[in-house]
């Protein structure tokens, strides 16, 4: 048919493929890359001269179930460790986002459709009954003298009577109050969830007081303005907590609980007690019907629970008197960290089975990975449609159906979300990175941990992030819909592919293809141990997985992490060789070579049923006169007869490949021979360095070849895995198969 002749022509000799432009995709990052300093070297470590700023908060706080509102008081006292004079600071204000002055409903695109419901018809007009926002009561110093200050939309700035020196601290006081919003109406990473049935509430607390903001090397203060995607950049430090309750409330905190015997009965402690060398399973502290019967009861009255965290970047709790509450300890190799859960009886019997256990997993896989998990708890806490994470807490989904029966689909949904969720205090809880700017330094690398976890303890659950084969529908999409991962929280188009996906399946590829799993897992180990409590950059990840293993990777950091290419490698051109092997040479004497016979694209599934007869080359002796300049000036010759003998058997394949979508990788190629053996062999991701659009590849093998793959495992999320085969198997289109048919 004319389709097989084109093919032919299009994968005879004659067909040259071009240079193509230069690209420079092996070119050093060099000055993308911001210049080493004594703050942070060129091997991506931090300096000698690496600081951090350091923020204390003693928080006296109370929420009141009546009106789901939240009054507190907050005294700050703020470490100046850097070398500048600092005449001024800048708080935080993210619950302002969610006041009738935000610009953020001002910048959210939204668009008209045939049918709207009622949420779609709110989200447009905005028209909630609701009073967001903090109300900013008092900022006050030490001597509770009244400071100068302004605020501007989610930033609010302090103006000092006095430049704060390098070395100095300073100590003031905010005191506030704002409206917890219902989270089914607002949304939110914090709110309540109202419960109609038994009308009680669930809050999940967080962004809660007015928290420092950054102020580091790399950018001064970073005070963008929280619009509500780009997440957080913070400051460790010091957390005294003392939270104000209705007194039949269980409260899920951050820190380690300091009034035990305040705000638990005796019971409840002793169950505490046991959970606390209990390394098997799950012990209750309160039970179901312990829940219920608070639940119905809604007592009178407060009780203050006191928190103390030390060394963390923020402070979040949740609080509800239909908590069912249960521990266990992990044994980690230095440290029993409790792993505990929260959850109402609409969570069972789902999180009672599945939920500790999965953040016991989760620190046991983390801290093999990264740093031991240094924190005293780690706590799920399970409310409706979330999931979200500050420093030893996160807020989860995964609701069972009203009898209790749940999918798997729901089960694997609820687990992964635990794993991600208390992942995050690792990146970037402790591994702090700036999520406001840099999302998939957070996201990116929790995702793809979380999927050494799940293969770890879970290989049934079905993965939905973190290995080449399950990026490629979005490497392969559109363009125009495409960022690269290197850019800006608020400007990530298809945000769960592009910050978490993508940099998972990432370094997945740079794992399991690029350095191997012993090299990888040093060098991210390193920068885990290196950037522990501290503020590690983009550069600062890059450069520190090359310095610790001794492969360079700025090719693959500019191919996946600054532009929008795709993985299409081709095997374009297949030829096959044999060297000429004359009787005698007089006989032989002006043979020439046979013609090559070239995959002509038909429905053979083998090599070998198209090219039966091979191309010949000559063998010719090395010069024996040692004519060649190259080579003159050698005493010894070529042992041409030994190098003849050996390959006069060989077969020779010259293999072309082409790179069709612009990322240049590794080229992994599988080999079937005629007796159905198979064999891999691995080019590493250099071949292209000559020429980035086309290579060629001489192979010697003593087995006639059948079939080449190119991938054969999907490792490098190649995007046309047709183009990978040889000889080529058609996919018949039903107009192909009905003219076949004709014929």
Not at 236 to 245: E, I, P, R
């Amino acid at each position: 048919m004319k389709r097989n002749i084109i093919w032919a022509l299009l994968l005879s000799p004659l067909f040259a493929f071009a240079q193509g432009e230069w690209n420079q995709k092996f070119e050093q990052l060099g000055t993308t890359l911001p210049t080493a300093n004594t703050f942070r070297t060129a091997s991506g470590a931090p300096g000698r001269d690496y600081w951090q700023q350091q923020a204390d908060y003693k928080i006296v706080a109370e929420l009141n179930d009546d009106d789901q509102s939240l009054t507190g008081r907050e005294t700050i006292t703020y470490f100046n460790n850097s070398p500048d004079q600092l005449s001024y600071l800048w708080l935080q204000l993210d619950q302002n986002m969610r006041s009738k002055s935000s610009d953020t409903p001002l910048i959210t695109p939204n668009e008209m459709t045939s049918t709207m419901t009622g949420r779609d018809i709110q989200k447009v007009t905005q028209d909630y009954d609701f009073d967001g926002g903090f109300k900013i009561s008092e900022v006050s110093d030490a001597a509770g003298q009244p400071l100068k200050h302004i605020i501007n939309k989610t930033m609010m700035r302090v103006d000092l009577p006095k430049p704060l020196a390098s070395g100095e601290q300073v100590t003031f006081n905010v005191a506030w109050s704002y409206n917890i919003q219902d989270r089914m109406e607002l949304g939110g990473r914090s709110g309540y969830e109202y419960f109609p049935k038994d009308g009680n509430y669930l809050y999940t607390i967080a962004q809660w007081f007015p928290r420092m903001a950054v102020y580091d090397d790399v950018e001064g203060w970073q005070h963008k303005q929280f619009l509500g995607r780009g997440e957080f950049a913070l400051e460790f430090g010091n957390y005294n907590v003392k939270l104000t309750v209705p007194s039949d409330f269980i409260v899920a905190s951050t820190g380690t609980l300091q009034n035990e015997n305040d705000v638990l009965t005796k019971t409840q402690r002793e169950r505490f007690a046991l959970a606390k060398k209990t390394y098997d399973k799950p012990v209750i502290i309160v039970t179901e019907a312990e829940a219920r019967k608070a639940e119905a009861s809604k007592a009178k009255g407060t009780k203050t629970w006191e928190y103390q965290a030390d060394d963390v970047r923020d402070f979040a709790f949740a609080a509800s008197r239909k908590f069912i509450w249960d521990a266990q300890a992990v044994k980690l190799d230095t440290k029993t960290p409790l792993a505990m859960s929260y959850y109402p009886k609409e969570g069972n019997p789902l999180w009672e089975k599945e939920s500790t256990k999965a953040v016991a997993n989760t620190l046991l896989t983390y801290s093999k990975h990264t740093i031991e998990y240094p924190y005293p708890v780690a706590i799920s806490v399970h409310s409706a449609s979330i999931g979200m994470e500050y420093p030893m807490i996160c807020f989860n989904y995964g609701r069972p159906n009203e009898d209790g029966s749940y999918t798997d689909t729901k089960k694997w949904g609820m687990i992964g979300v635990i794993i991600h969720e208390v992942g995050h205090n690792f990146f970037p809880m402790i591994i702090n990175s700036d999520e406001r700017q840099w999302s998939w330094m957070d996201e990116g690398l929790d995702t793809f941990v979380q999927s050494l976890t799940e293969k770890e303890h879970y290989p049934e659950k079905p993965l939905k992030r973190g290995e080449a084969r399950l990026i490629v529908d979005y490497m392969k999409g559109d363009k125009e819909n495409i960022r690269p991962i290197m850019t800006n929280s608020e400007q990530i188009l298809q945000f769960g592919d592009n910050a978490y996906g993508k940099p998972a399946a990432a370094l997945s590829i740079l794992r399991e293809t690029v350095m191997g799993p012993e090299l990888f897992d040093y060098a991210f180990k390193t920068y885990s141990e290196r950037w522990a409590f501290k503020r590690p950059s983009p550069a600062d990840f890059f450069r520190t997985m090359e310095d610790a293993s001794a492969v360079d990777l700025d090719w693959f950091w500019k191919g996946w992490f600054y532009t929008t290419d795709h993985v299409d490698l081709s095997l374009s051109k297949v030829k096959w060789y044999k060297m000429d092997v004359p009787e005698n040479d007089i006989e032989n004497k002006g043979k020439k070579s046979k013609k090559a016979k070239i995959s002509s694209g038909t429905n053979s599934q083998n090599l070998m049923d198209f090219a039966n007869d091979a191309e010949t080359f000559f063998f010719a002796e090395t010069d024996p006169a040692g004519v060649s300049k190259n080579f003159h000036e050698f005493m010894n010759i070529t042992d041409d007869a030994s190098i003849k003998e050996t390959n006069a058997d060989r077969n020779f394949y010259e293999l072309t490949f082409e790179n069709k979508g612009g990322l240049v990788m590794p080229i992994i190629i599988e080999w079937t021979y005629e007796d159905g053996s198979k064999e891999r062999e691995y080019l590493p991701a250099e071949i292209w360095k000559k020429n980035e659009n086309v290579v060629t590849k001489v192979f010697a093998k003593n087995k006639k070849v059948t079939n080449i793959v190119v991938d054969p495992n999907q490792e490098t999320a190649d995007v046309a895995t047709e183009n990978n085969v040889f000889p080529r198997v058609e996919n018949n289109s039903r107009f192909d198969n009905f003219m076949n048919d004709g014929e």
